[in-house]
Each structure stands twice: as structure tokens, then as C-alpha cells.
């Protein structure tokens, strides 16, 4: 009879590990990878190399997207997201709230959209075809959560 033990090799340095939080520019607030993993359900398939630009670059495009509306709370004095007007829930600004929901759903629409090329089996391509949903789903958050900062209303229109 044979058996397989693995030991851990102590001849290599250990990888650092991801940084937990990104910052972010100082007015936006930083955002948790942990939080990111849990509350969109990102398995450890996605990497902590992948998560990390996705994050960053979810951020830099909400920010880009909400640059008009903070300069004009920035002229009114407020010196960060969390400090412009907003109803509190669970001790937090709905502002907060919201733009950590545009940043977490825009990362995990740009992973599934990334990933769900990688099988090219029939039953991929079918499974390919139900993430598309997942991906609409994921952008429909990412707009209503920054109009609901912005305080625009959300109109959905359909051709007939």
C-alpha cells in the first residue's frame, strides 16, 4: 500500500497576500476585497490578481462617472461621500451604500463577462448564454445605483 503526504516546501518565501482594502481617491470610500468576495459570491477562481484590477478599475469608472456630481458637493463643503445628505440605514449613508453596490456589481459583470468565454463546449456555450443575464442584471445595478446617488430618475424605456 502506498500513501501520498504533501509538505509545505519552507525553502520559498510565502507570497504576500492582496491588500484587504483599496483606497480610493479620499472623498469616495476605499473598498473592501473581502466584502467585494462575499457579497457578490466571487469563488476563489477569481484570483486576487484578477480581483484587484477589476476592483480598481469598477472605481475609477463610477468615480469618472459621479466627477460632475462630487465637484458640485465639494463647492457645497462636503468633504466626502459619506458627509453629503443622504438617509441613514444600518448606521450608513445610502450614498455609501449605494456607490460600494455600482462599484461590487460592476466588478462582478466584468469577471463573469471575462470568465464565461473560458469553456468552448456546447454546454459552455450554453452556460455562456444564462451569464448574459447575470451580466445585464449586474450593469442595470451599477445605473440605478448611481442615479440614486445623483438623485436622477430612472426611466426604463422599451421600443415597441
Known amino acids: ?9 519552507t525553502g520559498t518565501a510565502a507570497t504576500a497576500p492582496a491588500a484587504d482594502t483599496l483606497k480610493n481617491d479620499g472623498w469616495f470610500p476605499d473598498v473592501e476585497l473581502g466584502a467585494l468576495r462575499e457579497q457578490m459570491k466571487i469563488d476563489g477562481n477569481v484570483t486576487d490578481a484578477r480581483l484587484r484590477p477589476a476592483a480598481l478599475d469598477a472605481m475609477a469608472s463610477c468615480n469618472a462617472e459621479l466627477r460632475s456630481w462630487q465637484v458640485k458637493q465639494l463647492a457645497a463643503g462636503y468633504a466626502e461621500l459619506a ?13 455609501v451604500i449605494r456607490y460600494r453596490r455600482a462599484v461590487f ?3 462582478r459583470a466584468d469577471l463573469t463577462e471575462q470568465y464565461r468565454g473560458l469553456d468552448t463546449t456546447k454546454s459552455g456555450g450554453q452556460k455562456a448564454e444564462e451569464l448574459e443575464a447575470t451580466i445585464g442584471e449586474a450593469r442595470r445595478n451599477v445605473r440605478i445605483a448611481l442615479a440614486d446617488i445623483r438623485g436622477i430618475r430612472r426611466t426604463t424605456v422599451e421600443l415597441i
Open 1 to 9: 500500500m502506498s500513501s501520498f503526504l504533501a509538505t509545505a516546501d
Open 105 to 107: 456589481n460592476l466588478v
Open 83 to 95: 458627509a453629503v445628505p443622504a438617509p441613514q440605514l444600518g448606521g450608513e449613508s445610502t450614498h
